[in-house]
């Protein structure tokens, strides 16, 4: 388990693929860690500015939105089913995804 890898988890209303955005030190020797939730829906509308979009090329099942303003903080043993994750080689594919989800997740931590 690493910081940016895809999971699925069920924050209470059915399973959602999410992304650990913690610090790999965090991930490594913490319990709990924070990531991001994404749609369990095929995306059908174009992306907010607080959103990205990754498909099947980072483990998922069809293009998906994942919303980089909701941030949940999980215990890491309830996340199962490993999908994939954003790489570097998925910015090429989605206007720099892994970048724009570490300026959003970072300008959101500052505020």
Not at 2 to 26: A, E, F, K, L
Not at 87 to 102: A, F, I, K, V, W
């Amino acid at each position: 388990m690493r910081q940016w890898d895809i999971y699925t988890y069920d924050p209470g209303y059915g399973n959602h693929p999410v992304v650990i955005v913690s610090h790999p030190d965090r991930v490594a020797n913490k319990p709990d860690i924070e990531v991001l939730i994404c749609s369990s829906q095929r995306a059908k509308r174009a992306t907010m500015p607080t959103e990205v979009l990754l498909d099947s090329a980072d483990g998922l099942n069809w293009e998906t939105i994942c919303k980089c303003d909701l941030i949940l903080s999980v215990d890491k043993s309830e996340l199962h089913q490993p999908r994939g994750q954003v790489t570097p080689e998925t910015d090429y594919r989605h206007d720099n995804s892994m970048s724009q989800l570490g300026f959003i997740v970072k300008a959101i931590f500052s505020t």
